[in-house]
Structure formats: C-alpha cells, structure tokens
C-alpha cells in the first residue's frame, strides 16, 4: 500500500519565481486536500477537492496560487511571483469516505524556500 | 471562532514516565478528533482518531486518549515513554457534518530525557 506521495520534497526558488508542487494520493482515494505549515505552528488548511472539483478554498489561498486536479488523481498546487511569506511547508493529505471514514491521510510534504 | 488549543508548547519528560498531552476544542457540536505526530521535517503520522462511541480509543505505539465531552477535551496519554517518541504531537478536529477539512492545534513538542 503506498502512501501519499509529494514532489519535490525540497524547492529553494528566489522571489518572484513561479513554483508548481505535486501530489499523488493514495490511489483508491477520492479526495485530496492542501495545508500549509510555517515553523512552530499546525498545519492551516488550503484547499480540498473531491475528484477532479474543487469544492473548498481557504481565504489564505490568494491569487497567486491555484491548485488542480484535472483527472481526479493528481493534484498540483502552483504559486505564481513567490513572495519570501510563501516560505512553508506544504502537505498534501487525501482520504476516502468509503475507505477509510474519510481519515486524512498526509504525505512528506514540501519544504519551499523563497529567497 | 472554531478552534483547537494545545495548551502546552513545550514538554520533557523522562523516558520510561507516562505522558498526557492536552487538547481542547471549541465547536457547537462533537467534532470528529484526531491526534497526529511529526518528526522533524516530515509529514504528519495518524496516532489515532474519535468519531463517536467509546470515548477511550487505542492508537498506534501505544498512546490512547480520551473524550471528554464535559471538558471539550480529547488528551492524549501514554503509560511509558520511549525515547523515540519525541517529536512534535497535533490534535485536529473536523466539525460533524460542515467542511472536511482539519482544524489543527498549534503542536506540543515532547521531549524525552534518557
């Protein structure tokens, strides 16, 4: 059984640079959420998306991110002109209703530095 | 405001000690409760979780934790502490029946002293 899986697991990028991230979820799961985690705090939830629909968006989400998940697998999550208060861990969790009482499921993370 | 309080940021015990990691919750109805854990730069292991029933659940390496539903509270315990159980410990809760997605506490860091 694999987990979720995220890539890359580390990006440094300068400010102003487009980054994009990707996750794999479990394969038999149909959701899939993003949370982002700054040092010394719990992850905050972004966006979630049940299949290929994007049902929930966080106010933290602003414009400069936008996430996808065009056949209802994968998901990327991109973050246009970085700014250095993008500086964060990124999770991707996913989880299934039917599989498992919809228990998030969360993979390594990516760890983005902006300089 | 919905919301998850670890009290404690900070706590060391001994290894071979017990252990009681607090959460409160502040919802209008029982959340559904979980409590994750996270060595340093990876992502969140599921300990354990409380949908409804038993308010005692048994988790994963050993740790339990219990509802309480007069205290809004689900504290995580465990009887003896290994050292390599230090890490960083979040409880989260998803309101029953609104949004699915976590609310998290602010983490408890535990560290084990040999």
């Known amino acids: 059984d694999t987990g979720v899986s995220q890539n890359p697991r580390h990006k440094i990028t300068k400010r102003g640079q487009n980054v994009t991230f990707r996750c794999d979820p479990i394969?038999?799961?149909?959701?899939l959420y993003w949370y982002r985690q700054t040092l010394g705090q719990g992850p905050e939830f972004l966006t979630y998306?049940?299949?290929?629909?994007?049902?929930?968006k966080s106010r933290l989400l602003s414009d400069r991110f936008s996430a996808e998940r065009p056949k209802g697998s994968f998901s990327t999550l991109e973050i246009q002109r970085t700014e250095q208060g993008d500086s964060a861990m990124y999770l991707c969790?996913?989880?299934?209703?039917?599989?498992?009482?919809?228990?998030?499921?969360f993979g390594p993370g990516t760890r983005l530095t902006v300089l | 405001a919905q919301s998850v309080t670890q009290p404690d940021i900070h706590i060391t015990v001994s290894e071979g000690a017990s252990l009681e990691l607090r959460c409160n919750y502040s919802?209008?109805?029982?959340?559904?409760l979980f409590w994750y854990v996270q060595s340093p730069g990876q992502g969140l292991q599921l300990l354990l979780k409380?949908?409804?029933?038993?308010?005692l659940v048994q988790g994963i390496k050993g740790f339990e934790a219990e509802f309480k539903r007069s205290q809004s509270s689900f504290n995580l315990r465990k009887p003896s502490v290994h050292w390599s159980d230090a890490a960083e410990y979040f409880c989260?809760?998803?309101?029953?029946?609104?949004?699915?997605?976590?609310?998290f506490g602010t983490g408890t860091q535990l560290k084990v002293e040999l």
């Open positions: 969790a996913s989880s299934s209703p039917q599989v498992s009482t919809d228990t998030q499921y």
């Open positions: 394969s038999e799961h149909n959701r």
């Open positions: 998306f049940q299949n290929e629909a994007q049902l929930e």
């Open positions: 919802y209008g109805a029982t959340p559904y």
């Open positions: 409380y949908f409804s029933g038993d308010t």
């Open positions: 989260a809760a998803i309101l029953t029946g609104g949004g699915n997605k976590l609310t």
